[in-house]
């Protein structure tokens, strides 16, 4: 996308790239999520949501404990223990969702702590790329949870995954 800047009278046309990418983070907290809404009452296991997306349990542990933290998930520990969800998937707004596990990721150096770009004390990058960001989570919110989760498919696709060899 070209964008043109008046600055001084004089006219300077950039070429703007900008790669929207979530963390990894919080992809497996979507997968989490997606998994353990559908399985209803029934708890799930780290183990078996490991197993089915073959993540790293330790990976997935550390995304268990901040959904849980964040009032998504209810963990219970011990035999018969297992994930349920905290609240039903129609409450879960995904921008939301992702605006905390996207807590302190940033789009450009600059608008994390520490930033060393020169032009920083003058640039409109951090304002623009926040309002941005303001429209993409907005926009996200439109969706649930249950959204993600009404495809009849989705749970025969998981189940397969999980008996595979």
Same mark, same amino acid.
């Given at each position: 996308?070209?964008n043109?800047?008046?600055?001084?009278n004089?006219?300077?046309?950039?070429h703007?790239?900008?790669?929207?990418?979530?963390?990894?983070?919080?992809?497996?907290?979507?997968?989490?999520?997606?998994?353990?809404?559908?399985?209803?009452?029934?708890?799930?296991?780290?183990?078996?949501?490991?197993?089915?997306?073959?993540?790293?349990?330790?990976h997935?542990?550390?995304?268990?404990?901040?959904?849980?933290? @964040?009032?998504? !998930?209810?963990?219970?520990?011990?035999?018969?223990?297992? /994930?349920?969800? *905290?609240?039903? %998937?129609?409450?879960?707004?995904?921008?939301?969702?992702?605006?905390?596990t996207?807590?302190?990721?940033?789009?450009?150096?600059?608008?994390?702590?520490?930033?060393?770009?020169?032009?920083?004390?003058?640039?409109a990058?951090?304002?623009?790329?926040?309002?941005?960001?303001?429209?993409?989570?907005?926009?996200?919110?439109?969706?649930? @949870?249950?959204? !993600?989760?009404?495809?009849?498919?989705?749970?025969t696709? /998981?189940?397969? *995954?999980?008996? %595979?060899?």
């Amino acid at each position: 996308m070209y964008n043109t800047i008046l600055g001084d009278n004089q006219y300077l046309i950039f070429h703007f790239w900008c790669v929207m990418r979530l963390t990894v983070f919080s992809d497996y907290a979507l997968r989490v999520l997606i998994y353990v809404a559908l399985q209803g009452e029934r708890r799930a296991t780290v183990a078996e949501i490991a197993e089915v997306y073959n993540i790293s349990r330790s990976h997935l542990m550390k995304v268990v404990q901040r959904l849980s933290a @964040l009032g998504y !998930l209810e963990t219970i520990r011990g035999k018969g223990g297992g /994930l349920t969800m *905290a609240q039903p %998937s129609t409450a879960v707004r995904i921008g939301t969702l992702l605006k905390a596990t996207e807590a302190g990721s940033v789009i450009v150096e600059c608008m994390g702590e520490g930033g060393t770009c020169c032009i920083s004390p003058v640039c409109a990058l951090p304002d623009i790329f926040d309002r941005a960001l303001d429209s993409f989570y907005a926009e996200l919110d439109r969706y649930t @949870l249950a959204d !993600l989760i009404e495809d009849s498919r989705l749970k025969t696709l /998981l189940c397969r *995954a999980s008996s %595979s060899p």
